[in-house]
């Protein structure tokens, strides 16, 4: 029992996580202080929401390019509408971002699921139209910290136990998709849909159901992803968290969520996000260049594919033995 726990990929994983903090903290010991460590696990709660949801998407063989962009418009929209009503509660805000995204979301899920139209081209194709909306609503300016309300930035910044409320936020997200996707029939039948389509489809899964319902709930973390980002970073423009969703793809590769669909844990995509965020925050503070950085990441980006394809393929060669 001892020795899967210790051989399993998520016990790995936290282990390189630990191994790199004590390294970085010999060559920084800045960067293990509590306050530094609080500063990074808050600057990487988005991505592991992000990542949670994408997790969703890639279990049924699908993936969604759009997320970031999906993040973006909708920060950018409640952005401007608090410029014109900042009286407006932020739960209203908050609310109403979870709304854009939701619908943003649905929209990727029906053209894949009622339209037929390949997973890769709609969510390139609206990756581009959502981001080329921002321009549109925007005229191409930035909201700028002293145009929001007090009350709209101060929220994710209160603290409890020391971590921020943004942090508490990605907890209750992981133990949300914890429960749905160990202990519901939503999430065994996501897994269903992934591992073999057309047994599931035989026992009577309705695979566009899951479909939209797993780009919905992309979209709806996106779309409170989108709050959370301008509020953390009391700023909205066009260039938004452009790119961030290779980061959130490659958090899910790291984390051990099969491309090929049906793999996959919460804790494992969670542990993910983490060393991702650790990376990103532990090589500046080592004064290791910008080139560095992008050639490491994408280093342990491309050894993540590697194990997760021998084990596929090891896992394939068991069941063909049996």
Known sequence: MIKKIITSRDFILFAIIVFGVVVVGIANPFFVKP????????????????????MLVILIRAIDLSVASNLALSGMLISLLSTIYPELPVIFFILLSCSIGTFLGVLNGVS???????????????????????YFVSDGKQVYSSEFSEDFLALIHYKFLSLSFLFWIAVAVFILMYILLNHTRF???????????????YIGINENKYIILAYSLSGFFAGLCGYLWVARYSVASTQIAIGFELTVISACVVGGISVMGGVGTVIGCTLGALLIGFIRNALPAVDISQFWQLAISGAIILIAIIINTKTEQRKEKTIMVE
């Open 35 to 54: 306050s530094s460590l609080s500063d990074v696990l808050t600057d990487t709660s988005i991505l592991i929401i992000l990542a949670l949801s994408q």
């Open 112 to 134: 894949i699921a009622i339209l037929k139209v390949p997973f890769i081209v709609t969510t390139l194709g609206t990756l581009s139209i959502y981001r080329g909306l921002i």
């Open 187 to 201: 999430g065994r039948n996501l897994y269903s849909l992934g591992g073999n389509p057309d047994a599931a489809k």
